[in-house]
């Protein structure tokens, strides 16, 4: 079992729609959490951190976590042709030396 | 501010080249990466430096030389690499507990 999941899409929703970015880990004892958004040949660039169970909101964006079911994941509302990308869901597992692994990333594709 | 800057943006070297790469913070944070990044696939952590030890390494080819000089500043040594280490390096830095934040990246490319 990999350590972080995706689907790696691509999801493909119409302008103003909401897109639901799923994501499950598998080290019950990780506590830190986060989205980032990677356009074509670019970094990754965060959007979101998480460390409580229940729902964080930023503007469009909500994260939502679920310890017990090992589930985070990223919901985008009125999304925009420029939230087109790929976004990788990222866990810090418990290892001591504060490792960042990266699911494969779901790529989002918003159509006008 | 929350900027990591990596030199250079592009790199292309021979087979037979040493080169580095840098990355440079001002966070103040505490920890570093180098992640390799190849197309349509996640980032791949190579190497953290933690309070600028060397922490984790991901069993990383020798070709591949990381340095700590200080807690700003993080360096990639390369050397006799092949042409299939061509890819995105990505430098990072984070707080103990908090987000970690990337630099733009280096596009090497091995020829």
């Known amino acids: 079992q990999k350590e972080v999941e995706q689907n790696s899409g691509p999801l493909s929703v119409p302008e103003g729609a909401i897109a639901s970015l799923n994501c499950t880990y598998s080290?019950?004892?990780?506590?830190?959490f986060f989205w980032y958004r990677q356009y074509s040949g670019k970094s990754p660039e965060l959007i979101m951190s998480?460390?409580?169970?229940g729902d964080k909101e930023d503007g469009r964006f909500t994260a939502q976590l679920n310890k017990a079911s090992q589930y985070v994941s990223l919901l985008i509302r009125d999304s925009q042709p420029s939230d087109s990308a790929t976004y990788l869901c990222?866990?810090?597992?418990?290892?001591?030396?504060?490792?960042?692994?990266f699911g494969t990333g779901t790529r989002l594709l918003v159509s006008p | 501010d929350t900027e990591v800057t990596q030199t250079p943006k592009h790199l292309v070297m021979g087979m037979t080249n040493k080169k580095s790469l840098k990355c440079e913070q001002h966070?103040?944070?505490?920890?570093m990466y180098w992640y390799k990044q190849k197309a349509k696939k996640p980032p791949e952590l190579m190497f953290v430096y933690s309070y600028e030890k060397l922490s984790i390494n991901e069993s990383v080819p020798s070709r591949f030389s990381p340095e700590c000089p200080n807690s700003s500043l993080l360096n990639l040594h390369l050397h006799a690499l092949q042409p299939e280490d061509s890819a995105l390096y990505l430098c990072a830095s984070r707080m103990a507990l908090g987000e970690a934040f990337f630099g733009q990246g280096t596009r090497l490319t091995v020829v």
């Open positions: 990222a866990v810090k597992v418990n290892t001591g030396f504060q490792k960042l692994v």
């Open positions: 998480i460390y409580s169970n």
């Open positions: 080290d019950r004892g990780s506590q830190s």
């Open positions: 966070m103040g944070h505490r920890a």
